[in-house]
């Protein structure tokens, strides 16, 4: 099992940053790719970042370029960098944990994704 916590959401004004974090508590966290996943109003969850092994990270096409996904380790904590944040940035943010041994595409899905953090809501203001 692993639990996962995110935190690092609220309001914030369009073109700010923000870092949204996630920290992983159970089985060796070595062990799992990580991935945040958001969710806005109305529409399905979607893949925003991946990061595996060792480090290798991996965007969807709508963030790349403003969104940094890093892992630290020995902490066993995952970030979400945002920068230029845009009203359509607005979602419920998860992290999540899938075991080794997928594809990357595999990854850019919640197909291997077994571990779900409860999110953290963003809300950026125009």
């Known amino acids: 099992q692993v639990q996962l916590v995110e935190s690092g959401g609220g309001l914030v004004q369009a073109g700010g940053p923000l870092r949204l974090s996630c920290a992983a508590s159970g089985r060796t966290f070595n062990d799992y790719a990580m991935g945040w996943f958001r969710q806005a109003p109305g529409k399905e969850r979607e893949f925003v970042a991946g990061?595996?092994?060792?480090?290798?990270?991996y965007y969807a096409d709508s963030t790349q370029g403003r969104f940094t996904i890093s892992r630290d380790n020995a902490k066993n904590m995952v970030y979400l960098q945002i920068n230029s944040l845009k009203p359509e940035d607005t979602a419920i943010y998860y992290c999540?944990?899938?075991?080794?041994?997928?594809?990357?595409?595999?990854?850019?899905?919640?197909?291997?994704?077994?571990?779900w953090g409860q999110g953290t809501q963003v809300t950026v203001s125009s």
């Open positions: 999540a944990a899938a075991l080794r041994g997928w594809s990357e595409n595999y990854y850019a899905t919640r197909g291997p994704y077994d571990y």
């Open positions: 990061i595996t092994w060792p480090d290798h990270t």
